[in-house]
């Protein structure tokens, strides 16, 4: 069976909004957008390429697919960043959006979203990734369908804003990998259950 | 000038309840926990806490002769308290009023480490004052989902510096940090 990764930038307090800029998403008057930016170190470039490599299918809900769409699609093919993301099949779960033109190669799931995961992992395939998209992780999360967290712990605090985990649920982990960075960033990967 | 840091044991969700330690806390206890515990305790000769962790940790530790009980023991114990009117945990001073001059005080004294114990309330009108050097965490593989949050929601935005990490065989992360001044 195919695996679900979540992948975040997150902070101690487990914020994952607005990571990449300041006008990514302000939604609730979130202020702070950006903030991975004075901690950027080539590992974390390391460990997405990694994760990459080993998936072949994203996991977006419409916000995370936009903002990515936006991003790469407009990119030349032979770019290293952009022709990984623009390759990849996208899935995209929204139902308000009609079209996927505006991201290529990208799927829409409308609705049933638990049973259409559960569909991708029992496909032959490499893993799916996930990143950003709060909603649709905390449905993922609250539905067990997570098989990894692949965290980048970010040496700072918030207060406020999109958390990654949904009020309420309980996860025993189990930490597979820790590996701390010059610039402060915790990698930690878990995987839920107890050894 | 002494050192002044707070111990922080925490889900990886950021919950350091009492009341739900027993799930995520007391079922993991391993002997190198133990003792990485014990080798930070005895870093410090001042205990300082609020009158909550106070109030529930001196009945059992009071009487505790295993090392820990006896590193705790020594310590001098602080409680900052305004409704407290005994401290019946030997050698324990109440602190009252004035608490962010006091505790400079005692930061200019010599002495050993002056480590802070669970306190959310006291750890948060603390922060900002300049008083807090390190935070040092020790993190469980839990996700609890509810519960209360060591950095408390509407927090001021916070940056730190991570200056040590390692990781315990049982999946716990100990992290040391230092605010970072802004």
Known sequence: MRQLIIAEFITLDGVIQAPGGAEEDTEGGFAHGGWTHPY???DIGAHFFQAMSEADALLLGRKTWEGHGAAFNSLPDDDPFGGAMNTVKKYVVSTTLTSTDAWRNSTLISGNVVEEVQKLKQQDGKNILLDGSSILAHTLI????????ALHVYPLVLGGG????PEGKRINLTLVEAQALPTGVVWQRYRPGSE | MRKLWVKAWITFDGVFDADTMEYWWQNTNNPERMAYITEQYSQGDIYMMGRTTYEMLWPGWSKDTTELGQILNRMHKYVISTSLTEAPWK???IIRENVVEEIAKLKQQPGKDIIIDGSATLVQSLQGTGLIDEYRFLVEPFIMGRGRRFFAEGT???KLRLVESKTLKSGTLALIY?????
Request: no cysteine.
């Open chain 2, 156 to 158: 001021d935005m916070t």
């Open chain 1, 142 to 149: 609250e539905n067990d369908l997570v098989d990894e967290y």
């Open chain 2, 178 to 182: 230092q605010p970072v001044a802004s």
């Open chain 1, 40 to 42: 950027w170190h080539d």
């Open chain 1, 162 to 165: 999109k958390r990654l985990f």
């Open chain 2, 91 to 93: 050698e324990s001073t």
